[in-house]
């Protein structure tokens, strides 16, 4: 099957790549042009034009991986002066559910396709698959089916509802990630405070034998201790995509407590504080009521 791919990043690359591998037919476009070279040397045919996706057979797939936001609807609007009836828009960003809506009914207009694809499978998917959460009507989704199947592992993509669909599971999904990584978080911190000289990576290999905590989040953070027993390489930075915090404020407009994904937005919040203004307020608030001792700023912790 032919498609073309906008947007060559770690994602889109490697998703190129494994299409190439299952034998379909791949056109690719960047911005800049080192990634396309890449591309046509795994064997994709390489655009210098956005425009030069008239190129490619009718009806037409175009699957966008640039990120998400602006640089998104910019792409979508020239795909959409760009592309002919019955040609296809497939945006695999983490876009937000309401845009992709939008996006949907803009190209509904012209008798363009659309499909939202939450993407799931980081740096490993070329060799693992990626797991494919689909947004947007049947028979468009039937058609670049192929494509799927060639992208995900076994199971590893569906159908999951009508336009927007698609991105709103990718939003439950990465908000239960950041609640999960949060836990774990907790955990070997608790464990590495224990007094008992204990081997973090020992215990996460343990862990995913058998227990009812184990996961591929487990084997990673196997795979992180491995290299860095205590991550003293690592700054303790956390940034967030904003899924989380759309995960965040549905729960709050649909009346669903979500305690565990917001208290776990709010600590990758409070990782990009080198001090926390909050915490002086609390030591103040505690010498002004009770006399307690405070530590001056001129003090060691």
Same mark, same amino acid.
Request: hydrophobic letters at 40%.
């Given at each position: 099957?032919?498609? &073309?791919?906008?947007?060559?990043?770690?994602?889109?690359?490697?998703?190129? $790549? $494994?299409? @190439?591998?299952?034998?379909?037919?791949?056109?690719?476009?960047?911005r800049s042009p080192e990634p396309i070279q890449e591309a046509v040397s795994a064997g994709a045919i390489g655009l210098?034009?956005?425009?030069?996706?008239?190129?490619?057979?009718?009806?037409?797939?175009?699957?966008?991986?640039?990120?998400?936001?602006?640089?998104?609807?910019?792409?979508?609007? =020239?795909?959409?002066?760009? @592309?002919?009836?019955?040609?296809?828009?497939?945006?695999?960003?983490?876009?937000?559910?309401?845009?992709?809506?939008?996006?949907?009914?803009? @190209?509904?207009?012209?008798n363009i396709h659309f499909l939202d694809v939450g993407v799931s499978g980081g740096i490993w998917g070329l060799e693992? +698959?990626?797991? !494919?959460?689909? +947004?947007?009507?049947?028979?468009?989704?039937?058609?670049?089916?192929?494509?799927?199947?060639?992208?995900?592992?076994?199971?590893?993509?569906?159908?999951?509802?009508?336009?927007?669909?698609?991105?709103?599971?990718?939003?439950?999904?990465?908000?239960?990630?950041?609640?999960?990584?949060?836990?774990?978080?907790?955990?070997?911190?608790?464990?590495?405070?224990?007094?008992?000289? !204990?081997?973090?990576? =020992?215990?996460?290999?343990?862990?995913?034998?058998?227990?009812?905590?184990?996961?591929?989040? @487990?084997?990673?953070?196997?795979?992180?201790?491995?290299?860095?027993?205590?991550?003293?390489?690592? =700054?303790?930075?956390?940034?967030?995509?904003?899924?989380?915090?759309?995960?965040?404020?549905?729960?709050?407009? $649909? &009346?669903?407590?979500?305690?565990?994904?917001?208290?776990?937005?709010?600590?990758?919040?409070?990782?990009?504080?080198?001090?926390?203004?909050?915490?002086?307020?609390?030591?103040?608030?505690?010498? =002004?009521?009770?006399?307690?001792?405070?530590?001056?700023?001129?003090?060691?912790?």
């Open positions: 099957m032919e498609v &073309g791919i906008i947007g060559l990043g770690r994602m889109g690359l490697n998703m190129a $790549r $494994r299409l @190439l591998r299952n034998g379909h037919t791949v056109y690719g476009w960047n210098n034009a956005l425009e030069q996706m008239r190129r490619m057979t009718k009806p037409r797939v175009v699957w966008s991986m640039v990120p998400a936001g602006k640089p998104t609807e910019e792409i979508i609007t =020239q795909l959409s002066d760009l @592309l002919e009836p019955g040609d296809m828009v497939v945006d695999g960003a983490n876009s937000f559910y309401q845009d992709s809506i939008a996006r949907y009914e803009k @190209l509904k207009k012209k693992m +698959g990626y797991c !494919l959460m689909i +947004g947007g009507e049947r028979a468009p989704y039937e058609r670049a089916e192929p494509l799927f199947r060639s992208l995900a592992p076994a199971a590893g993509y569906a159908h999951v509802g009508g336009p927007g669909a698609g991105h709103f599971v990718k939003m439950v999904h990465n908000g239960i990630e950041y609640g999960l990584m949060q836990a774990y978080a907790e955990g070997f911190e608790l464990l590495r405070a224990s007094g008992y000289n !204990l081997q973090l990576q =020992q215990i996460a290999h343990l862990w995913n034998h058998g227990s009812v905590i184990r996961s591929w989040l @487990l084997e990673l953070a196997e795979l992180a201790f491995r290299n860095d027993p205590d991550l003293d390489t690592i =700054q303790g930075y956390v940034e967030d995509s904003g899924m989380g915090r759309w995960t965040v404020a549905e729960a709050i407009a $649909r &009346g669903v407590p979500v305690p565990a994904i917001t208290l776990a937005l709010q600590m990758r919040l409070r990782s990009r504080q080198p001090e926390s203004f909050q915490a002086k307020v609390l030591a103040a608030l505690r010498h =002004q009521f009770g006399g307690h001792a405070v530590k001056t700023a001129t003090e060691e912790s």
